[in-house]
């Protein structure tokens, strides 16, 4: 090679990358600022800093956050084998001593010398092959070269998120397909009805719910009018919200008679298997959230792909910028990866990480990118990122089964899987399709 490839970020997302380039014998040269220029979120310089012991979640199979650690060890995943070395007991949890997994990634990484380490802030986007996994508190002047190359509507700074509902847990005796006036391909829109004891209920629970304060570097971050928290404009008077998002016009009850307001939730990827509820970013606590929109007509049994929230975070309107090989469609030579592109959560990042490595060392050494079956945990992950979800809907996403294709109606049987019985049929295809992928 008569270059090295740039590797822009020492959290978990580089270091992955870096590893996977370097194990196939591509020289790497990362990049990390710390501790020149440090951040809100950190503490010291080492490389994969985490914020606490458990941020690498569940690690059982059955869950979705599980099955990719376990693809994740399949392809020799930096982050996971360090993570094993020195996990803590946390039950059903991938739990670490962080300063300790902070060093052994380290060690690991830069054992390689295909790996070089360097101390500096990057401040422009590199004209020479390499990865930007920056995080989602990238420097200002890197950030200012990112919505430049990309066009500035296309670098969000303030991550308004509503919650995210799958599909299968909407109770249809309640709820309905149907957008307003009827425009639109019938399945956009799914519908929840309030009576008026039921709205007014709500918004009482709203106000009075616990709410999470902002950090130090987020307060002097206004509100847009166009992402209010849902409490906040609930405060703004009794029936703000029945005149907001929660209006009912223009729509008719199939279920029973008209409502005086309606939740409605929006198709939120290609599959239709997820769906966000439309005007619901919110700073309320997550068992605040998952307990009061459980009392919906219709969400009594939500399961919720991720809850909502709002707060500072630098990341890219990844289905519109970047290529299915997680290109900047704008500056081909660069890369991608981690928190920036639209993915939640330390394993989402490092996963992420792990493809765009593997994608440039593919291609250094003179073969096409070979994207990881859209049935596996990581497939899905990609997929939501660069072409899975709307461009207008687009979200940060944690993994979770309502990112797969859906499964089948097994052969010989009239109902769906249970929830126990779906999700171990969804490990067990992505690591068949995983293993054939291999």
Known sequence: MDSPLHIIGGGLAGCEAAWQAAKRLIPVVLHEMRPHRTTPAHEGAGLAELVCSNSLRNDELGSAI???????????????????????????????DRQAFSAEVEKRLLALPQVTLLREEVTELPSLPAIIASGPLTSDALAAELAKTTGSDHLHFFDAIAPIVTLDSID???????????????????????????????????????TVEFKDWEKDTPF??????????????????????????????????????????????????????????????????????????????????????????????????????????AKPNIRMAGQITGCEGYVESAAIGLLAGRFWAEELLGTAPSPPPLETALGALLNHITTGAGADTFQPMNINFGLFPPLPVPEGKRRKLGGKERRAAYAERALERLGAWL
């Not at 060890?73 to 739990?95: M, W």
């Not at 219709?298 to 929230?309: I, N, Q, S, T």
Request: glycine fraction near 10%; hydrophobic fraction near 40%.
């Open 224 to 329: 847009f009018e166009g992402c209010l928290p849902i409490e906040v404009m609930a405060r703004r008077g009794e029936r703000t919200l029945a005149f907001g998002p929660m209006k009912p016009v223009g729509l008719t009850n199939p279920n029973g008679p008209k409502p005086y307001a309606v939740i409605q939730l929006r198709q939120d990827n290609a599959l239709g298997t997820l769906y966000n509820m439309v005007g619901f970013q919110t700073k309320l606590r997550h068992g605040e959230q998952a307990t009061l929109f459980r009392t919906i007509p219709g969400l009594e049994r939500a399961e919720f792909a991720r809850l909502g929230g709002l707060h500072r975070n630098t990341f890219l309107r990844s289905p519109v910028v970047l290529d299915a090989s997680l290109r900047l469609k």
């Open 172 to 210: 249809f005796s309640k709820a309905w397909f149907q957008s307003r006036w009827d425009k639109g391909s019938g399945k956009d829109y799914i519908n929840c009805p309030l009576s008026k004891d039921d709205y007014e209920n709500f918004v009482a629970a709203l106000i009075a719910a616990d």
């Open 66 to 96: 599980g099955l990719l650690h376990e693809e994740m060890r399949r392809l020799d995943s930096l982050i996971l084998s360090a993570a094993d070395a020195v996990k803590v007991p946390a039950g059903g949890a991938l739990a670490v």
